[in-house]
């Protein structure tokens, strides 16, 4: 394949170059995550992985094993707090928005280009939210795009080298979520529709794919050890109904919505540009690969934000469209556009960033009627559950230790607080160690591993539960507490139950309790 040079059209002198731009793109994304990062509380999910960091393994029931390494990381090189959490998610999303600006120069992109392109990602609801909590998905955009780019390098310059750091990349992807492996498949059918089938020959192409095995293998021996427990958490998961399943005009509809409406001509626009346009079909491994990720994603019914991780390519490769059109005519279109989605993505972004205060957000929702991405079928309240699960955690913790201490000196050198899902029991061993409680005994996904230490127990402080089913199983039920929030899920308002004589041996009955979904 003939090499194409990368560097993009000259730039006027004196002017910021395109590098320059996305920089500065980048660093207000930075900013904006870092200054609301202590606005609410910590996410539910963030409480688990803190927990997951106290139980390193090579794997969990329903992620791999990378986010916890990285919360364990967090917390001891920046501490506890909330700021010190998400520091690492932050610089994620500016580092996206590097990425989606060097794609963009990679494909010919000039300095309109790579602004807009990065100026498309900083703006999108789905970045917005999830890269402002420490999770697998603030990372899973950047190991996309980073694999993208490394494709896009290795045709540009016809060098097989770059499918070594891809490989590592794809590798790294694998240990943070498993869904990466929808678009490997896809770039290699990419390549095999496309001349690029050629890098099937090189050697660096067999040594990238055997560094991303080698990298993975940790936690494929840990799944198969294990009975492969995802594939179960996902069976149970889609028999619950707890996932927002779309049929697939509704998925596509959605996308406009997780990726901001304005958005949504950019990305279209992007993937005509590299299937059939003359300049894009250079890359037309990567339009190959988004269309296998959609249909795949569509036709099992995933989540309607599963696709969100590789539409960075697409936004390059649409700012790259948009500025091949209005080079010669119709330019001051760039401009007007650019501007349209800043003052609109900036009227809709308090909802996806928590920028104002809690009360504020209701009356601003209410007054926009704005309907914010939904992904579950949850009892929300007035906030939705991007935000509702910052609500309630601490003030849960404090009214278990309220039960906790009225307890006598014997009872509560004996008492189990057991919590029905994993978000009450991480809550508790977040906040437990500086109320005085002992740790969380909970079956529900990675915390089933976690045996509880005694075989029985006289005296158990349930969360989570309606109290009839606990009527069965101790010999008394009765109220200690009542744990609720203005803001938190409804089903997070619960009563505290004191429960007393157990009718069965807790850790002979333990591996019945199991609950993954």
């Known amino acids: 394949m ?14 910021l170059s395109g590098p320059t731009i996305v920089a500065c793109i980048a660093t207000a994304k930075l900013c904006l995550h870092l200054l609301t990062a202590s606005r609410y509380g910590p996410f539910r999910d963030e409480l688990y992985y803190v927990a997951c960091s106290e139980h390193l393994g090579a794997g969990y029931v329903d992620h791999p094993p990378l986010v916890a390494f990285l919360t364990w990381f967090a917390r001891h090189a920046f501490g506890d707090s909330l700021l010190a959490l998400r520091l690492l998610p932050a610089v994620a999303g500016a580092g996206l928005v590097v990425l989606t600006g060097a794609l963009a120069r990679e494909m010919g992109g ?29 990372f899973e955009p950047l190991t996309w795009a980073a694999c993208a780019w490394c494709v896009a390098r290795a045709i540009n310059t016809g060098n ?43 050697r660096w192409f067999w040594i990238g794919v055997c560094s991303s095995i080698a990298i993975f293998i940790p936690n494929l021996v840990w799944l198969i050890r294990h009975g492969f427990p995802f594939l179960e958490l996902m069976h149970n998961v889609r028999m619950s109904g707890r996932d927002v399943m779309r049929p697939p005009m509704a998925f596509l509809g959605d996308q406009a919505m997780v990726h901001n409406p304005l958005l949504s001509p950019l990305w279209a626009g992007g993937l005509v540009w590299l299937l059939v346009a003359p300049k894009g079909r250079r890359y037309r491994v990567l339009g190959v690969a988004f269309v296998f990720v959609f249909a795949a994603l569509m036709l099992l019914k995933g989540k309607n934000y599963y696709v969100s991780p ?33 003052i609109f993505s900036l009227i809709i972004l308090p909802i996806m960033v928590p920028i104002l205060p809690v009360a504020s957000y209701v009356g601003y929702q209410r007054f926009l009627s704005y309907p914010p991405p939904q992904f579950e079928h949850q009892p929300n309240g007035v906030l939705p559950q991007y935000f509702a699960d910052e609500f309630g955690w601490e003030e849960m913790a404090q009214a278990t230790a309220a039960a906790f201490n009225r307890l006598s000196s014997g009872d509560r050198e004996k008492v189990v607080i057991f ?28 915390y089933w591993l976690w045996e509880p230490q005694k075989a029985s127990g006289d005296v158990f402080l349930v969360l989570g539960s309606d109290g009839t089913g606990d009527r069965e199983h101790f010999a008394t039920v009765e109220a200690a507490g009542r744990v609720e929030n203005a803001y938190s899920r409804l089903d997070e308002h619960f009563t505290l139950w004191l429960c007393r004589g157990l009718k069965f041996d807790l850790r002979q009955s333990w591996t019945a309790m199991k609950r993954w979904h």
């Open 2 to 15: 003939a090499r194409r040079s990368t560097i993009a059209p000259a730039e006027p002198s004196g002017r």
């Open 419 to 446: 919590a029905n899902n994993y978000g009450e029991a991480s809550a508790i061993d977040f906040y437990g160690p500086r109320l005085g409680l002992p740790k969380a005994v909970c079956p529900h996904q990675s």
């Open 110 to 138: 000039g300095r309109f280009a790579q602004a807009l392109a990065a100026l498309a990602v900083l703006f999108v609801p789905y970045y917005l939210i999830f890269q402002h909590w420490m999770t697998m998905n603030a």
């Open 160 to 202: 097989p080298r770059f499918w070594l750091p891809f490989g590592l990349l794809a590798g790294v992807g694998l240990e943070n979520k498993y869904s990466i492996a929808f678009f490997l498949v896809g770039v290699v059918a990419g390549l095999l529709s496309t001349p690029a089938r050629h890098f099937f020959r090189s």
């Open 310 to 342: 590789v539409y960075p390519m697409l936004f390059a490769a649409g700012s790259v469209a948009f500025e091949g059109i209005t080079t010669l005519r119709w330019k001051p279109a760039r401009y007007a556009y650019m501007a349209t989605v800043i």
